[in-house]
C-alpha cells in the first residue's frame, strides 16, 4: 500500500451512509467510464452533490486514472474549491470550473459528467452538431444545448456564460472540446452520456459511408419524450444501472472499497 492509499484508509467510517451510497455510485461511473473507453487519461472529470445543506461535491482526484478511482479516495470540496476532508490529491482545476458552477446554479442536478470522447470531440467540431439520423440522437436533441469554446475552462469568468447556455437541458455539447451531462443521480447522468456518445459514434460512422444522410422528419423528434419514458418503463436509468454495477464487478472491482 502507498502512502496516498494508505492516507485514504477509513473514509467509510467519517461520513454519511448517504454520503457513501453517492461515492459509490460516482466511482462506479468513473469506470464504467474507462471501460467503454471514453476517459482521456486523467483530463476529465465526473463530480456528484453530497446529500444535505452544505453544497458540497465529489470529484476525481487528480492523477488518479479512472479504472483506479474508489468510493474513498474521491475528493470532497464545497463551491470554492476548498477540500472538506484530507486527501493527499488536489483536483483538476478546469473541472472545478465546469462543475462548481452548475452544482452551484441547478439544484436539480447531483451529477454533472464531462467527458472527450474521440466521437464527441469529433461531432462537437462540426458546425451544425448533433444531427437526427439515428433513434439515439432523437433522445439527445429532446434536451441538448451548446455552448462555444472560450479556450481551457480555467476562466471563472467563463461560468456565467457556461450556466446560461446550459439553461434547464440535460446535454451540453462543448464546441471543439467534449460532451457533458447532468442528471438527479451518477446513474441518470451515465445513461444520458451513453446516449450522447452513441450519437455521436453513430454520425462518424454515418458521415463516413459517403452517401446521403437521412433526417428523421421533425414530428418524430417531438415525440421522443414520452418514448423515452415507456422504453425504460418508467425507472430511466434505474433500468441498467444494476446490471452496469454487475457488469462491473465482474470486469473491475474494488470501486466500493
Known amino acids: ?35 467503454y473507453g471514453w476517459d482521456d487519461l486523467v483530463f476529465t472529470h465526473l463530480s456528484a452533490r453530497v446529500p444535505g445543506p452544505e453544497h458540497h461535491f465529489l470529484i476525481n482526484p487528480y492523477g488518479m486514472l479512472f ?37 452551484a446554479a441547478r439544484e436539480d442536478v447531483a451529477c454533472v459528467m464531462h467527458i472527450h470522447s474521440l466521437n464527441g470531440v469529433a461531432v462537437s467540431a462540426q458546425r451544425a452538431g448533433v444531427l437526427p439520423i439515428s433513434q439515439q ?17 480555467l476562466n471563472p469568468d467563463e461560468q456565467p456564460r457556461l450556466v446560461a447556455d446550459l439553461g434547464g437541458k440535460a446535454y451540453l455539447m462543448l464546441r471543439n472540446h467534449g460532451l457533458l451531462t447532468v442528471g438527479a443521480s451518477p446513474a441518470d ?47 430511466g436509468a434505474a433500468l441498467v444501472w444494476p446490471g452496469l454495477l454487475r457488469k462491473l464487478d465482474r470486469t473491475n472491482p474494488g470501486y466500493q472499497d
Open 1 to 35: 500500500m502507498n502512502t496516498k492509499t494508505a492516507a485514504i484508509c477509513g473514509v467509510r467510517q467519517q461520513v454519511s451512509a448517504a454520503e457513501w451510497e453517492v461515492r459509490v455510485n460516482l466511482a462506479a461511473a468513473y469506470r464504467l467510464v474507462a471501460l
Open 67 to 103: 479504472d483506479e478511482i474508489t468510493a474513498s479516495s474521491l475528493v470532497k470540496i464545497d463551491l470554492d474549491g476548498r477540500k472538506m476532508m484530507d486527501s493527499p490529491y488536489g483536483i483538476n482545476p478546469a473541472g472545478f470550473t465546469i462543475h462548481s458552477c452548475i452544482h
Open 137 to 153: 440522437s432523437l433522445f439527445v436533441l429532446s434536451s441538448l444545448a451548446y455552448h462555444d469554446y472560450e479556450g481551457v475552462a
Open 189 to 235: 447522468a451515465f445513461l444520458l452520456m451513453y446516449l450522447f456518445e452513441s450519437a455521436c459514434a453513430i454520425q462518424v460512422r454515418a458521415q463516413g459511408g459517403g452517401q446521403e444522410l437521412i433526417p428523421i422528419p421533425g414530428p418524430v423528434l417531438e415525440g421522443i419524450r414520452a418514448s423515452a419514458s415507456r422504453v425504460t418503463q418508467g425507472l
